[in-house]
T-cell receptor
Framework: AQSVTQLDSQVPVFEEAPVELRCNYSSSVSVYLFWYVQYPNQGLQLLLKYLSGSTLVKGINGFEAEFNKSQTSFHLRKPSVHISDTAEYFCAVSSGGSNYKLTFGKGTLLTVNP | EPEVTQTPSHQVTQMGQEVILRCVPISNHLYFYWYRQILGQKVEFLVSFYNNEISEKSEIFDDQFSVERPDGSNFTLKIRSTKLEDSAMYFC?????????????FGEGSRLTVL
């Protein structure tokens, strides 16, 4: 079985500060890793994904994440956040195969303050 | 850009009533999913559907729930007799087009409120 742990339920930061949202996963097989963002009262939008290849993945809105197999982590980073980045961020894992079912973490609420 | 669409966006119902949530997945996708998000909690997997049958379901997906793909475009989630604890946002997703990257494409969600 797969699981995802997002240790931080809330992360408040000031505008233009850097941010890191932590994600750790557990799986007995190779994984695909994803970060989704949910703005207030909206659906889930893909930020970035790791399928294979380079462990540093760049996504939309200036976000990036690094896959670290030895630490089973996929932390999300942005060097300088904007007020508009305020949202809930979900890390998710899939084992691929024939189903591509995603298992989500509990989410991290990023609040960017002026 | 193709997208997953869901209706209704919000439904209020009385406990014990039947509810049908509708989804139109992206047209060339082959895998369909329903997820649930209770307010303030994480997104939970309910069921996946492939080749006109359920491929996997969670323990949440009990006999009160059913899914159907009645025609070539719609994918529905039915809750036969709603309970208060069914109040949640329900997300439909699809994946598996001609270039399957494992990404799930989500709809905007249907908010179900059970009174």
């Amino acid at each position: 079985a797969q699981s995802v742990t997002q240790l931080d339920s809330q992360v408040p930061v000031f505008e233009e500060a850097p941010v890191e949202l932590r994600c750790n996963y557990s799986s007995s097989v190779s994984v695909y890793l994803f970060w989704y963002v949910q703005y207030p009262n909206q659906g889930l939008q893909l930020l970035l994904k790791y399928l294979s290849g380079s462990t540093l993945v760049k996504g939309i809105n200036g976000f990036e994440a690094e896959f670290n197999k030895s630490q089973t982590s996929f932390h999300l980073r942005k060097p300088s956040v904007h007020i508009s980045d305020t949202a809930e961020y979900f890390c998710a894992v899939s084992s691929g195969g024939s189903n591509y079912k995603l298992t989500f973490g509990k989410g991290t609420l990023l609040t960017v303050n002026p | 850009e193709p997208e997953v669409t869901q209706t209704p966006s919000h439904q209020v119902t009385q406990m014990g009533q039947e509810v049908i949530l509708r989804c139109v997945p992206i047209s060339n996708h082959l895998y369909f999913y329903w997820y649930r998000q209770i307010l303030g909690q994480k997104v939970e997997f309910l069921v996946s559907f492939y080749n006109n049958e359920i491929s996997e379901k969670s323990e949440i997906f009990d006999d009160q729930f059913s899914v159907e793909r009645p025609d070539g475009s719609n994918f529905t989630l039915k809750i036969r007799s709603t309970k208060l604890e069914d109040s949640a946002m329900y997300f439909c997703a699809s994946s598996g087009g001609t270039l399957n990257t494992g990404e799930l494409f989500f709809g905007e969600g249907s908010r179900l409120t059970v009174l």
